[in-house]
C-alpha cells in the first residue's frame, strides 16, 4: 500500500524549521514554511523583525564550530572556534541557499491560529488571513523569545529590561557612569556582565545569583573544551558525571573561587557557565557578586545575605519561556516549561503534530534538530510509526529521567536533553523500532484490503 506524503506546514525558518524543511524536501514531502520575519535565521538573525532574536550585537556562540556543525553541511573551516553571530547567520542563509530551502518559506506571514480539525489536520489561519488545511503540522516557532521574569516583592523604580531586549551598552538603554545590578548566572548574564563591567564604560557592575553555577572554561590545554569530551552512551551517566566533577578543581570552576555563592547543586546538575572573561572580572574586582535579590524598594536592592545597594538599572538574564500564541491554551500549552514530548517531537494522542527543537540540548541545538529532522521524514513518509500512547508515556518519563533527572528543578531543565545519547538512541533504536512497526502496520493494511 502506498503512503501518501501529507501535505505539511512548518511554523517557524529559525534552525529547527530550515532543517525539518531540508529533511522534509529530502524526502519529497510538500510542505510550507510559515515566517513571521522577512528573513530565516530565527534567534540567530541579529535584529529580527519579528522580535524573536535575544542576540545581542557582540554575541558569539558559546558551543564552538566543531560541535555546531550540521552532518550534511559541514561549517566553513575559516570560521573561528567560537563564531559570531553575523557568522552564524551566513552559515544558515548558506545552508538554506545550497538547498533550495526558501521557496518553500512564505516570508512576513506567520501563523495567527492553528485549529485542528475532526478526524485530524489542522487548519492555518496566516497572517493575512488565508485559511489553509494540512496534513501534518510542524512546529518549530522557538523557545528563546518569550522573556521569564523573577516576581521579587517590592517595586523597582529605576530602569529594568531583560536580556532578550539587550542589544549593547547604547541600545536600548545608555549604560554608562551607572550602576548597574545582572540578575542571573547564564551564559547571557556572564556575556552582558562582561560588557558592562568594561572600565571604559565607568559602570559599577553587581551579579546577582539564586543557585550560582559551575563555570566551565571554553578553552582546555588550548583546544576548546566541547572539542575534547563527549557523552559515551555505553557508560553509565553518573559515572561520567563523577569523573568530571573531579576533575572540576584543576579546571577552576568552582564559582567561590571568584567570590559568587556556592551552588546549591553539583557540577551538571544544573547547566554551567561558560565564560573565560568573567573569573577575571570577578577577580580584578570589577564584578561585585551577591546572592539572590530578596526586596526591591524604589531604587534600593537588598540581597539574601542581609546586604543592599543602589542601582540605576536591572538587567534580566533569567530564561525564556515555551510559549504558543497560535495555539489554544487548552489544545496545546507548556505550563512551567513542561510539555510531554515522545522523543521530544510526538504529543502522545496527537499523530498530526511535530514539535521541533524544544531541548536545551547539551552541547547544542544545531545536530540534535538535524536528528530530530531524520526522525521527522522517515514518519512523514510512513518508513517510521509511533509506539502506543501508553508506551509513549512510559518512554517520556524514562528519557526524562535518564537527561535530566539529576538536574535541580528549574523551568530550564525542563528539557535538558545530552545531544550524544539522544542522537545514540534514535540511529541505533528508536528509528530501527519505528520502521519495524510502519512495516507491521503497511502488513495488517495490506491484509485487510485484500481480505
Known sequence: ????????????????????????????????????????????????????????????????????????????????????????????????????????IEFNNGVAHAARRDG??????????????????????????????????????????????????????????????????????????????????????TLSTRSSAWIVPKYIAGQPGDKLFRTNPYVPLSWQRKVAQMLAPVLGTDPTKYGLPAPNHKLFEAHPTQSVELPLRLGSGDVVPKPNVSRLDGKTVHFEDGTHDDFDVIVYATGYNITFPFFDPDVISAPGNHIRLYKRIFKPGMSDVAFMGFAQAIPTLFPFVECQSRLLAAYAVGRY???????????????????????????????????????????????????????????????????
Open 1 to 104: 500500500m502506498q503512503h501518501s506524503p501529507p501535505r505539511t506546514a512548518i511554523i517557524g525558518a529559525g534552525i529547527s524549521g530550515l532543517t525539518a524543511g531540508k529533511m522534509l524536501k529530502d524526502y519529497r514531502v510538500p510542505y510550507t514554511t510559515f515566517e513571521a520575519s522577512d528573513r530565516i535565521g530565527g534567534n540567530w538573525a541579529f535584529g529580527n523583525p519579528n522580535g524573536h532574536s535575544s542576540a545581542y550585537r557582540s554575541l558569539h556562540i558559546d558551543t564552538s564550530k566543531h560541535r555546531l556543525s550540521f552532518k550534511d553541511f559541514p561549517i566553513p573551516e575559516h570560521y573561528p572556534s567560537f563564531p559570531h553571530h553575523t557568522e552564524v547567520k551566513s552559515y544558515l542563509d548558506a545552508y538554506a541557499s545550497a538547498f533550495g530551502l526558501l521557496e518553500n
Open 120 to 205: 485530524g489536520g489542522w487548519e492555518i489561519e496566516d497572517q493575512a488571513g488565508t485559511r489553509r488545511e494540512f496534513d501534518l503540522l510542524v512546529v518549530a516557532n522557538g523557545h528563546h523569545w518569550d522573556p521569564r521574569l523573577p516576581e521579587f516583592p517590592g517595586t523597582f523604580t529605576g530602569d529594568e529590561i531583560h536580556s532578550h531586549h539587550y542589544i549593547d551598552p547604547q541600545e536600548p538603554l545608555e549604560l554608562t557612569g551607572k550602576r548597574i545590578l545582572v540578575v542571573g548566572i547564564g551564559n547571557s548574564a556572564a556575556d552582558i556582565t562582561v560588557e558592562l563591567s568594561s572600565k571604559a564604560l565607568q559602570n559599577r557592575v
Open 385 to 451: 510509526a509511533l509506539p502506543s500512547v501508553g508506551q509513549m508515556e512510559s518512554a517520556i518519563d524514562a528519557d526524562q529521567q535518564l537527561h535530566a533527572g539529576h538536574c535541580t528543578d528549574r523551568p530550564r531543565h525542563t528539557q535538558q536533553v545530552d545531544y550524544f545519547l539522544y542522537e545514540h538512541d534514535i540511529r541505533t533504536r528508536e528509528l530501527p523500532a519505528g520502521a519495524k512497526r510502519a512495516m507491521a502496520h503497511q502488513a495488517r493494511a495490506t491484509a485487510g484490503a485484500t481480505a
